[in-house]
């Protein structure tokens, strides 16, 4: 039995798809599969800068339950993508049909949604966050537009980040956040990418990455707070860490 996940980001089984740009569906597609998960591409999106256009999270967002919100751009694609993989049809909506690759208009679905909170910056996609409200989510607006990209999410009390803004908004909720130095993360076309973009959950327990943790400075810190919430860390490649626009887990095993 599978279902869509119940709360984005947070597997509450074995996660039996996964979410990735189309620009680094061949090169993860095989260490997911090796963990039995099936690998969705997300189209690239033309309406986001050239590098960043195969990153799934400024393309789509999962707001829990099956119900996704979809950049116009990428919306039919991406819809019949879905039916054909798993022969469902998911609650997929549109964007306001607003972005463009000016920052923060390119990343207005970059809402990083954990538990009963929403992360997101300022100008976050109205759909979106009409929907995240319906939901009961308490939406948190930061300055960091790029609030997914920039929050490696691990449960609804724990994550790690290098931004500080978010660190200090979460940690005034009570969440438990490992602080890193920013940097260091592979993204072609700029000084860095974010801790985020190059990761997410395959089960309750488990935490993959697109590449190897070993260039980070505060890699061993990282493993120990991963380790500390109960959970293991796993690399798709064996490749230094890149930031791909993240790894969104689709389905769950019941």
Known sequence: ?????????????????????????????PGLAARGAETIPVPENPLVASPLRGHADLSVCHAGEGDWIAAESVYITLKNRFFTAWGEKAGMQKD???????????????????????????????????ILLQKGLEMIHVRQGYAKCSLCILSEKA?????TGIAAALQNRGLEILLIRPGHILLPGYDTGFIGGCCGKLGPRRIAFTGRLDGHPDHEAILRFIAAQGMTAEYLTEEPVFDAGSLLPALEEL
């Open 159 to 163: 994550a790690i980040t290098s931004d």
């Open 1 to 29: 039995m599978r279902r869509f996940l119940r709360k984005p980001n947070l597997p509450e089984g074995r996660v039996l798809a996964v979410l990735t740009g189309e620009t680094y569906f061949e090169k993860l597609r």
């Open 96 to 130: 306001e049909g607003s972005q463009s690759p000016e920052y923060p208009r390119d990343c207005g679905l970059n809402a990083a949604v954990m538990g009963r909170l929403a992360v997101c910056g300022d100008k976050c996609d109205p759909v979106l966050e009409k």
